[in-house]
T-cell receptor, first 115, second 113 residues
Framework: EAGVVQSPRYKIIEKKQPVAFWCNPI?????LYWYLQNLGQGPELLIR????????DSQLPKDRFSAERLKGVDSTLKIQPAELGDSAVYLC?????????????FGPGTRLTVL | GNSVTQMEGPVTLSEEAFLTINCTYT??????LFWYVQYPGEGLQLLLK?????DKGSNKGFEATYRKETTSFHLEKGSVQVSDSAVYFCALTMNTGFQKLVFGTGTRLLVSP
């Protein structure tokens, strides 16, 4: 069974440029998560989707970050414009139902460097 | 708010040594507790979990016991291998509603031959 797929694995951009990350969850998983992982820190939730609906986006900086999950399958996270402080690893995860006893499966992440 | 505190790394051990990585939590209520492992270049993988007090999670020789009285979930392994070198994250989620993982800062383990 294929795991969570993310692309690109690495991205280097100049500040003020836009950037987008793509995630394809495990087939059949209704819940999709985007996390931000700063260097030396644990992941922090940015947004959670139940199918195509964003049900928890309280930690997403909405002035520059946006996300979508069209058709309830793969998802895109966008930053526009990027700032130096956005340099981090962006992780995608999915789970079958999102309920508290469920297991989240993580992708390898996209490492973003903003110059 | 809910939080997880892990011991600072790196933890450096020789092969076959005993491993303990400390994890304590703060939560309103009784959470489920998890250990995730991140090998170089890979995503986080669930290592083990415990959903209520006194439960013991175990996997691949690793164990952790949910201690409500000390609000702890320390990770242990009796004999580490070089292949165990990775970053280990302790995490919690509350048992009401949907899962929202709160992670610690991670502890890097380096095992030398």
């Amino acid at each position: 069974e294929a795991g969570v797929v993310q692309s690109p694995r690495y991205k280097i951009i100049e500040k003020k440029q836009p950037v987008a990350f793509w995630c394809n969850p495990i087939s059949g998983h209704n819940t999709l998560y985007w996390y931000l992982q700063n260097l030396g820190q644990g992941p922090e939730l940015l947004i959670r989707y139940e199918n195509e609906e964003a049900v928890d986006d309280s930690q997403l900086p909405k002035d520059r970050f946006s996300a979508e999950r069209l058709k309830g399958v793969d998802s895109t996270l966008k930053i526009q414009p990027a700032e130096l402080g956005d340099s981090a690893v962006y992780l995608c995860a999915s789970s079958l139902t999102g309920k508290s006893g469920d297991t989240q499966y993580f992708g390898p992440g996209t490492r973003l460097t903003v110059l | 708010g809910n939080s997880v505190t892990q011991m600072e790394g790196p933890v450096t051990l020789s092969e076959e040594a005993f491993l303990t990585i400390n994890c304590t939590y703060t939560a309103t209520g009784y959470p489920s507790l998890f250990w995730y492992v991140q090998y170089p270049g890979e995503g986080l993988q669930l290592l083990l979990k415990a959903t209520k007090a006194d439960d013991k999670g175990s996997n691949k020789g690793f164990e952790a016991t949910y201690r409500k009285e000390t609000t702890s979930f320390h990770l242990e392994k009796g004999s580490v291998q070089v292949s165990d070198s990775a970053v280990y994250f302790c995490a919690l989620t509350m048992n009401t509603g949907f899962q929202k993982l709160v992670f610690g800062t991670g502890t890097r383990l380096l095992v030398s031959p």
